[in-house]
């Protein structure tokens, strides 16, 4: 599995570090910029909501609060070094994941729908306060960043670098979650919380931590966001739509797998920005993309990866039965009654 | 015999129902305890609360010496009091070797170490030899038998190396092979030197395994003592046959 991940992976960055190199146009690699944030919040999105089963749809509130951390910093600033924002990520990143932090430790309380009501109320909660705190959000007004002082012909390569770093970041984080304990202990909270945690795994702790991470990552891409658009407004920056494109993504492709959430991005953001294009301005395009979502959805409805995953292993089991028939014997589940069994109102 | 568990005078309703009623008694070290009972007279609700499972209304559970009543699940297996339930559960997504692996109930400074270490490994196989489950160790535990989830969730919480083993019928819903092998487990391992307090309706069992018994109806203790005694006490007639 490693192996082969290395290669993936490998390649997987040759490809998109040496992409910009063929002279694309503007208008795709804009496409790639919001593919590549789609990939990687769907990716930090799934070590919650993949990995230790927690569907957060209260992630699109941090993903704000990094592009408002952002604007709060640059609003009103002359940049004489383009890369200066980027160079505060990793500290917008903490910050939100240090806001995080009292936020699951309440959230994570509750499990799976009421969780995710608690998250979502959470979003709207900050939306509200981008919406009113005008003093620093400017409300309704929107907040201005300075414009990235990059040369036009490569304005998006900066961007670019950056969300391909930010995404190999996050990969690596979720690569190394699944060959830890973290990783282990994370599937077993998934599978059975409360049994996790009578066999002594430190169930919150990695819950909290995979949910501060997540956020924190998810801030980073809003930080790159908010610079790159150099305008943000609440109903943009902290928007549920974001939130639900990042769980539809992450169910296509695969929950709880490492790839599964860059190929759900990679259909979904390409294939909407592509039919909006092809459709015009009308909304029709959300209808095809909703439609590319169902069908694909009815034929693997694990997601994309866990299914042909799926499909492997049993292949792998029939096998692999068939060598050690003999060693234990397979059983019919729930066998007959115990020879005595005693039982209130049986006849003695 | 010293006592290694003691519950005094436990109590639980749950909404007018007294599933466990001031129940009392005690687990002598060193022995295979069985508690039997009529369904419903609560002996599942009384494992969920000397595991910290569920929280008692009233009453003391008493571990090794120290009231542990109310504590957390975690802190109870990490300092060697572990359990199986009485539908097996085990994790599903993950392989027999890891169920086991993950069991070993570790520190926080282990979380960031390897998966499987090699260490994890060598203390994973002795069991998953002991208990016949090395050629299926790298299946996932969903594609196991029902009587192989019931004997990995066994062999799992020995992983944590406990002192006390409470087992929530471990022979119901399983083949008589595999209630010999589990019944041959249990000697074993409390030769060992573990003490087992066991919930189980298969009475042959009980019998040839346990000493003492321990009847439970209505949520309190009405017989303790040796096995041969057990099947002519009026009592305990009475509460299975419905006086
Ligand atoms: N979580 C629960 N909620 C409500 N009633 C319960 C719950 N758990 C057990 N009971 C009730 O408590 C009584 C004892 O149940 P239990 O401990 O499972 O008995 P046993 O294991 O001896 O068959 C039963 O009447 C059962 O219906
Ligand atoms: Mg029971």
């Known amino acids: 599995m490693s192996r082969g991940s290395l290669v993936r992976g490998g390649l997987f960055v040759l490809v998109l570090a040496t992409l910009p190199s063929f002279g694309l146009q503007h208008w795709f690699l804009n496409l790639m910029v919001f593919v590549l944030m789609f990939a990687t919040m769907s990716s930090a999105w799934n070590l919650v909501g993949g990995f230790a089963g927690y569907p957060s749809l209260g992630h699109a509130a941090f993903f704000g609060i990094g592009a408002y951390s952002m604007a709060l910093i640059f609003h009103g600033h002359v940049l004489s070094n383009g890369y200066e924002p980027f160079l505060l990520l990793p500290l917008i990143g903490l910050i939100s994941a240090a806001v995080g932090f009292p936020i699951a430790l309440i959230a994570m309380r509750t499990r799976a729908d009421v969780f995710a009501i608690v998250t979502i109320t959470f979003l709207f909660m900050v939306q509200t306060l981008a919406f009113n705190l005008r003093g620093w959000t400017g409300g309704s007004q929107g907040l201005s960043l300075p414009v990235a002082p990059f040369p036009a012909v490569s304005f998006e390569e900066p961007f670019y670098y950056t969300l391909v770093l930010l995404l190999c970041f996050t990969l690596l984080v979720t690569f190394g979650a699944l060959r830890s304990k973290v990783g282990l202990s994370l599937v077993a909270v998934r599978a059975d919380e409360d049994k996790a945690r009578g066999i002594g795994v430190r169930v919150t702790g990695v819950k909290v931590l995979a949910f501060c991470v997540s956020v ?113 014997t397979p059983m019919a589940a729930g066998a007959a009654e115990p020879p005595v069994a005693l039982r209130r109102g049986a006849s003695a | 015999m010293s006592d290694l568990l003691s519950i005094d005078s436990v109590s639980k309703t749950f909404g007018g129902v007294h599933a466990v009623a001031g129940c009392s008694f005690a687990v002598a070290e060193g022995t295979i305890t069985a508690l039997i009972g009529p369904n419903g007279s609560g002996k599942t609700t009384l494992f969920n609360i000397i595991t910290g499972y569920l929280k008692a209304d009233a009453g003391h559970v008493t571990f090794a010496g120290r009231d542990v009543t109310g504590d957390d699940p975690g802190r109870l297996y990490r300092s060697g009091l572990s359990r199986t339930f009485q539908q097996a559960r085990v994790f599903p997504q993950l392989s027999v070797l890891e169920n ?36 299926v160790a790298d299946l996932l535990a969903a594609d196991l038998s029902y009587g192989q989830r019931k004997l990995l969730e066994f062999a799992a919480v020995l992983m944590s190396s406990p002192t006390l083993v409470l087992l929530d019928e471990p022979t119901a819903g399983v083949n008589p092979v595999m209630i010999e092998t589990m019944e041959r487990h249990i000697r074993q391992r409390n030769q060992a030197g573990i003490t087992f307090l066991i919930v189980e309706h298969d009475m042959t069992f009980v019998m040839r395994l346990c000493d003492p018994v321990i009847v439970l109806d209505a949520g309190r203790q009405i017989f303790s003592g040796q096995p041969a005694q057990v099947q002519s006490n009026a009592l305990v007639l009475d509460a299975y046959l419905g006086a």
């Not at chain 1, 494109?245 to 490492?258: C, E, I, S």
Request: glycine residues 12%.
């Open chain 1, 216 to 328: 924190g990552i998810t801030a980073m891409v809003g930080g790159v966001w908010a610079y790159y658009e150099t305008f943000i407004y609440p109903q943009f920056a902290i928007d549920p739509l974001i939130t639900i494109a990042v769980v539809l993504m992450t169910f296509l492709g695969g929950r709880a797998t490492l790839w599964g959430p860059v190929l759900g991005a990679f259909v979904l953001e390409a294939g909407q920005q592509t039919l909006a294009y092809r459709l015009g301005g009308s909304q029709f395009y959300l209808i095809a993309y909703a439609l590319v979502f169902l069908v694909i959805m009815l034929l693997l409805p694990r997601g994309v990866l866990p299914t042909l995953g799926d499909r492997l292993r049993q292949r792998r089991r029939a096998r692999s039965v068939d060598s050690t028939s003999g060693g234990v």
């Open chain 2, 100 to 135: 086991l692996v993950v069991a070993a109930g570790r520190g926080w400074s282990q979380l960031f170490t390897k998966r499987v270490g090699g260490d994890d490994r060598r203390r994973a196989s002795e069991l998953l030899e002991e208990f016949r489950l090395a050629p």
